[in-house]
């Protein structure tokens, strides 16, 4: 697998997670209580935990995988739980930093050239 769609992998991870830890700040209104953050961030963590441990034999593979942490983020912010979906992501990029951080900073510098992409659009 080569090292720029690797990279360009990642990039789409970054547009994937990005939407729900700008959403973080709403209001409570799904009722979540200390046991559902804490739960969905165990989700985020054990995402990140099959992402980083599992060999990719292509960049399609490695997308799918994505799209199914994705997925799994999504049934919190999905259901109104906006303080659940933050912590899934906080707990994602937080295992994603720990374990493996070359990872993580390829991740964070293509989120943070997507980001400076679309303002200049």
């Given at each position: 697998m080569n090292i720029k769609n690797i990279i360009a992998s990642l990039g789409i991870a970054s547009l994937l997670i990005m939407p729900a830890a700008c959403g973080g700040n709403k209001e409570n209104k799904g009722g979540e209580n200390a046991a559902d953050i804490e739960a969905?961030?165990?989700e985020g963590r054990e995402a990140a935990r099959i992402f980083l441990n599992r060999p990719w034999r292509d960049t399609i593979e490695l997308?799918?995988?994505l799209l199914e942490a994705r997925a799994k983020q999504s049934k919190f912010s999905g259901a109104g739980k906006q303080q659940s979906a933050a912590a899934f992501d906080?707990?994602?990029?937080?295992?994603?930093?720990?374990?493996?951080?070359?990872?993580?900073?390829?991740?964070?510098?293509?989120?943070?050239?997507?980001k400076?992409?679309?303002?200049?659009?």
């Open positions: 969905a961030a165990m997308q799918r995988q906080s707990a994602f990029v937080s295992t994603l930093k720990t374990v493996n951080p070359s990872v993580a900073r390829e991740l964070e510098e293509a989120a943070e050239a997507m400076q992409e679309a303002g200049d659009k």
